[in-house]
């Protein structure tokens, strides 16, 4: 089985035809739904949030079979993920792709379990200390992406269990937990 650094790839990754978009629908089905999947696992294996559409990427090119995907193909896997909400783009050139391997809700429920976990419910702690802070290290929040984060918080502050607060400058941004 072929790896990626430490990540195991699966076995059509070696097929070259997968690195084609291929015109019988039921065949490009499968091959969208496996690309989904791989996409979504490596992210989150290598705790990758964003992907450039025109920049490298390990996934979209074999150098053992001398095969890359082309934009198209690139597009149309990113795109499937955006329509199931596992991902968005980030602007409307479609050039860059926030991926979603939590959804947004899962995000704030692992904020939840975090809070909770480390006994944290009637806590202050910074945006960037849930980020990078002591109690993240090891966690899926340790470096999560400042974007997906923001966003879990505000629906958790939606929820009644936190409250946002601004600094003076993004690095100040506040939460108060009263879970």
């Not at 790896?3 to 065949?27: A, E, H, M, S, W």
């Not at 896997?77 to 991926?99: M, N, P, Q, T």
């Not at 419910?121 to 470096?143: A, F, H, N, W, Y």
Request: include cysteine.
């Amino acid at each position: 089985m072929q790896k990626l650094g430490d990540f195991k790839l699966p076995p059509f990754f070696n097929y070259p035809p997968y690195f084609t978009l291929q015109p019988v629908r039921d065949i490009r089905e499968k091959q969208v739904q496996l690309w989904k999947e791989l996409i979504l696992e490596f992210c989150r294996f290598q705790k990758i949030f964003v992907i450039g559409l025109e920049e490298e990427f390990p996934l979209f090119s074999n150098p053992a079979i001398e095969r890359s995907l082309n934009h198209e193909a690139r597009e149309a896997f990113l795109s499937a993920l955006v329509s199931e909400g596992r991902a968005e783009w980030l602007d409307k050139g479609h050039r860059k792709c926030l991926i979603l391997w939590h959804r947004i809700q899962e995000w704030a429920e692992i904020i939840l379990n975090f809070v909770k976990d480390n006994g944290l419910e009637d806590s202050v702690m910074t945006v960037e200390e849930i980020r990078t802070g002591t109690e993240s290290r090891g966690t899926e929040l340790q470096d999560i992406d400042r974007t997906i984060l923001v966003r879990a918080l505000k629906i958790l502050e939606q929820k009644g269990k936190l409250a946002l607060f601004k600094g003076s400058s993004a690095d100040d941004e506040g939460v108060k937990f009263s879970i």
